[in-house]
């Protein structure tokens, strides 16, 4: 289950932790020693925090890497930590090698139009840092990760290097986020709120995919097919 909020917070915790968990103990019982699992940038705690307005979660520094602590309060969240600390045991149980993939909101190259006119209102995708990635580089993350020279459990961001918001990640910060102080981008511009170093070096993770490139190309296909017919 995606999301909180489509069923009941117990449906949502239970089908996601227990259908994690009979992956890992199948794969265990085949003697299959090499998974990646599909985590989200919702283990920390933010992404539906919203939920219960009266709770705030506490948010150190951006960008956000793997030392910063995880506190979910909602049932996916929740979920998705509990699949981590799964994955973890198993690991320790098992000798496997597994990676969990902490993915932001996962974009399709023909949704970026609207996608990115949403990002610009800049509340309205504030809850996932207006993070994304671009699918393709979503499947060349879980490729890498299962060739990856890793041993035990890793948990890791992976995601663009960017934000769907044209503002700069700096001034979000400090419009959005007032409070947290401690800003360690290495750009003034559109720098994503989650770092993946650990997926570079851990993984070799490059994403190619932004929505600018795309749109770009989209945008220049359109001008050849409409001169074709001048």
């Not at 890992?24 to 307005?53: D, F, H, N, R």
């Not at 910060?173 to 993946?196: G, K, Y």
Request: aromatic residues 12%; negative net charge.
């Amino acid at each position: 289950i995606p999301a909180p909020g489509r069923h009941q917070n117990g449906t949502v915790f239970s089908n996601n932790t227990i259908v994690t968990y009979n992956i890992l103990e199948a794969a265990y019982t085949l003697g299959i020693t090499k998974i990646v699992i599909a985590s989200s940038i919702a283990a920390l705690g933010y992404a539906y925090a919203v939920l219960y307005p009266s709770r705030a979660i506490p948010l150190q520094y951006f960008p956000i890497d793997e030392e910063h602590p995880l506190s979910p309060i909602d049932a996916y969240g929740l979920s998705k930590y509990v699949d981590e600390l799964t994955c973890a045991s198993f690991a320790l149980r098992a000798n496997m090698t597994i990676a969990a993939l902490r993915f932001p909101w996962i974009t399709l190259p023909e949704d970026y139009l609207n996608t990115v006119r949403d990002a610009d209102s800049c509340n309205r995708m504030q809850n996932i840092f207006w993070s994304y990635i671009d699918i393709r580089d979503a499947v060349q993350a879980i490729e890498k990760a299962l060739y990856a020279d890793i041993n035990g459990f890793r948990a890791m961001y992976v995601s663009a290097r960017n934000t769907l918001c044209t503002r700069s990640s700096i001034d979000l910060a400090n419009t959005f986020f007032p409070d947290i102080t401690d800003l360690r981008f290495e750009v003034e511009e559109c720098q994503s709120f989650f770092s993946i170093t650990c997926a570079e070096r851990l993984i070799s993770f490059v994403p190619n995919h932004t929505w600018q490139q795309t749109l770009s190309h989209a945008s220049c296909s359109s001008e050849s097919q409409d001169m074709s017919y001048v």
